[in-house]
């Protein structure tokens, strides 16, 4: 058929010379996405494909702000449209804001990468958050680790939420039945299958690597998320290429172990995404009161806000839990270990596991980013003493709050509840 036949191939040459030559600094984020974008159209060879990928890697251009939201920003649109307007409206119609929650979707997402093997907490953590907040949880299959977020999702037994179902069409639909979807990375982003045969015959971690996380299909409907990094080097340049994305609400962390989630033995790096008013605009209307200097229009010149990026750290007592080494949560197992491991959980018989604690972390904070934990009432439902812990840490946040209403989502067993309906939507929609 007409459109599998592969587009007519677009040579590159003239950015690579550029780029090996001494006026390689000349090559701009916005000419490295677009001679990307064509990778996502079958429209560079492998062997320019294989080059590129080399360059941006040695020449760490794959590590710039800039190019990473630029690149980023080509994935997005090249990826399986979505009906918005329909996504859009569900999402209102099923929003439950609270506090400086407003009922948007949410992610929880890490590079990979870090060689730590460690549990799926990002994957258990956004089913556990998905108890009060509305997740898009965006991933893949395995590339470093032993198990990726689809391969324990697809070994959960005795039913298997079907992944594959979970289509762009179909997404709205998911929402109208559950607050939890998993965004399976092939489904929406079918572009990437030209790159497979490179990224594996060149055996290092490439910019593809670091794309993930930033190139959620519902990326501008996300209310917040958190992302983490597997180098602390990493956290300024994921921070602020969220800032040029657009996001003006999330939280990207590091665990000094150069791990990619919050760390549960020790201390965890964190880079703060949040908008906030204008103070210059403040300033300007005030002064503009007293003295008359400025006009109307300098003080509309201004933005309303600013996204700035502050820093703090964090480690387990700031939300009232025990710490733990990373070798009592780093089994390395497989997906069905780890599937059981996460049906125990939230079946909530794992009470006193230093994993269960690892879990809780990541998805207080999550519930904390979001806004939902600033509320000083709580009405979870059955189980919630509506008991708000005010108590502020790091950064200014309810870190422990976060806590109270992540082990809620265990115990109340409105986090299995949740999952359980995505996996009936999904499996019934494949059925039918």
């Not at 780029?19 to 996405?33: L, N």
Request: glycine residues 8%.
């Amino acid at each position: 058929m007409a459109h599998f036949q592969s587009p007519q191939l677009i040579s590159i040459s003239p950015l690579l010379k550029t780029f090996t030559g001494p006026k390689k600094e000349t090559v701009t984020a916005e000419e490295i996405a677009a001679v990307l974008g064509l990778v996502f159209t079958n429209q560079l060879s492998e062997i320019q494909c294989s080059s590129l990928l080399t360059l941006l890697r040695a020449s760490e251009r794959d590590r710039e702000p800039k190019t990473l939201a630029k690149c980023a920003e080509v994935m997005r649109y090249a990826a399986v449209a979505l009906d918005e307007q329909a996504l859009y409206d569900i999402v209102r119609f099923r929003a439950r804001g609270e506090g400086n929650y407003g009922g948007g979707l949410c992610d929880i997402v890490g590079t990979g990468g870090d060689g730590h093997s460690t549990f799926n907490v990002s994957t258990t953590s956004s089913i556990l958050a998905s108890s009060l907040l509305l997740l898009s949880k965006h991933g893949n299959r395995a590339s470093s680790s032993t198990s990726g977020s689809a391969d324990l999702l697809q070994a959960i037994k005795p039913s298997a939420p079907n992944i594959e179902a979970v289509t762009a069409d179909f997404l709205p639909s998911i929402y109208q039945s559950t607050n939890y979807a998993f965004l399976f990375a092939p489904k929406f982003h079918p572009g990437m299958r030209y790159a497979a045969s490179v990224r594996k015959h060149l055996g290092f971690r490439t910019i593809f690597n670091l794309l993930g996380p930033l190139v959620n299909p519902v990326h501008s409907m996300i209310e917040a998320r958190i992302v983490g990094v597997a180098e602390r080097s990493l956290g300024p340049v994921f921070a602020e290429a969220l800032r040029l994305s657009g996001s003006k609400k999330a939280l990207v962390v590091c665990g000094a172990e150069d791990l990619d989630e919050i760390s549960c033995a020790g201390k965890t790096y964190c880079w703060h995404i949040c908008e906030r008013p204008n103070p210059k605009r403040r300033r300007l209307a005030e002064d503009e009161v007293e003295e008359g200097h400025y006009t109307s229009g300098d003080i509309e010149s201004e933005p309303l806000t600013l996204v700035e990026i502050t820093n703090f750290e964090l480690e387990p007592s700031d939300f009232g839990l025990p710490t733990h080494s990373l070798s009592d949560v780093s089994p390395g197992k497989f997906p069905e270990e780890n599937a059981e491991t996460l049906m125990k959980i939230l079946q909530n018989q794992l009470t006193d596991a230093p994993v269960l604690d690892f879990v809780l972390i990541n998805t207080a904070a999550l519930f904390v980013i979001s806004g939902i934990c600033d509320a000083d009432k709580s009405d979870m439902g059955h189980g919630d003493d509506g008991k708000v812990i005010q108590e502020r840490g790091p950064g200014g946040f309810r870190w422990k709050e976060g806590a109270r209403r992540a082990r809620w989502a265990v115990e109340s067993g409105q986090a299995l509840a949740s999952l359980s309906s995505f996996i009936h939507v999904t499996s019934s929609h494949s059925n039918g």
